[in-house]
C-alpha cells in the first residue's frame, strides 16, 4: 500500500471548517484513500473514503485531487467533540484483505 | 447491534503469565483482526483473519496466537507474556469478498499492562 503524509498537529476554531490534507504521491490507480479518527485512545472511527471522486457523507467530505497525488478531509462545521487524531490510510482492493497501515496521523485540536 | 466487543477491557499480568483476548463481532463480517497500540503509535496490524478457520500473520505477530473457531469470534493469545506487550489491543472487523472496499469497525480496546 502507498505511503502517507500527513501534518503532525493542526488547530481549528469551533464552527470553522477543519481542512486536513494528506499527500500519497505514490499511489496506484487501484487504491482507495480511506481517512479514520481515533478520539482520546477509543478505537478508530471510519469516516470516508473514495478512489477518484470526491465524496461526502453526514461526517465529512473527501475531495482527492485529479492526479490522486493528495486529498484533503473537511469537516465542515468543527465542534469540540472533533478533537481527534486523523488518519489518512491508503489501501488496495482486491487481496489486500482490509489490512490498514496507520502512520502517525494528524493531531487536530479544535478551539472553544 | 453491539458491533464489535472486546473482552476484557483492562488486564495486568505478571511476566510469564498467559492469556486471550476475546473478540466478537455480530455483524456477520468475514474479516477480522487484530491491532496493537503504543503510546504515540499508530495502530500495527498482529495478526488477521478472512474467514472461519482462517489465519494469518500481520505486521507484528511474534508472541501471540489467534483462532478464528466461529465466524463472529477471533481470539489473541499471549502464551507466555512479556513487558515488551504492555499496548493497547483493537479488534477490527470488516466485510469481505466483494468488489468495493468497505470501511473497518474497530472495538474500544483492551488496555494490558505486563509487569
Known amino acids: 500500500d502507498a505511503k502517507t503524509t500527513q501534518p503532525t498537529s493542526m488547530d481549528c476554531a469551533e464552527g470553522r471548517a477543519a481542512n486536513l490534507p494528506c499527500n500519497h504521491s505514490t499511489i496506484s490507480g487501484n487504491e482507495y484513500v480511506y481517512w479514520y479518527r481515533q478520539i482520546h485512545s477509543q478505537g478508530p472511527q471510519y469516516i470516508i473514503h473514495?478512489?477518484?471522486n470526491n465524496e461526502t457523507n453526514e461526517m465529512a467530505s473527501l475531495i482527492i485531487t485529479e492526479d490522486r497525488k493528495s486529498s484533503t478531509l473537511i469537516l465542515p462545521h468543527a465542534t469540540l467533540r472533533d478533537t481527534a487524531v486523523y488518519y489518512c490510510?491508503?489501501?488496495?482492493?482486491?487481496?489486500?484483505?482490509?489490512?490498514?497501515?496507520f502512520g502517525q496521523g494528524t493531531i487536530l485540536t479544535v478551539h472553544p | 447491534n453491539a458491533g464489535v466487543t472486546q473482552t476484557p477491557k483492562f488486564r495486568v499480568l505478571k511476566t510469564g503469565q498467559s492469556m486471550t483476548l476475546l473478540c466478537a463481532q455480530d455483524?456477520?463480517?468475514?474479516?477480522m483482526y487484530w491491532y496493537r497500540q503504543d503510546p504515540g503509535m499508530g495502530l500495527r496490524l498482529i495478526h488477521y483473519?478472512?474467514?472461519?478457520?482462517?489465519?494469518a500473520k500481520g505486521e507484528v505477530p511474534d508472541g501471540y496466537n489467534v483462532s478464528r473457531l466461529k465466524k463472529q469470534n477471533f481470539l489473541l493469545g499471549l502464551e507466555s507474556a512479556a513487558p515488551s506487550q504492555t499496548s493497547v489491543y483493537f479488534c477490527a472487523s470488516s466485510y469481505g469478498r466483494t468488489a468495493r472496499n468497505t470501511e473497518a469497525f474497530f472495538g474500544q480496546g483492551t488496555r494490558l499492562t505486563v509487569v
Open positions: 483473519s478472512v474467514g472461519e478457520g482462517t489465519t
Open positions: 455483524m456477520n463480517h468475514e474479516y
Open positions: 490510510i491508503v489501501k488496495a482492493g482486491g487481496t489486500s484483505y482490509g489490512k490498514l497501515t
Open positions: 473514495g478512489l477518484k
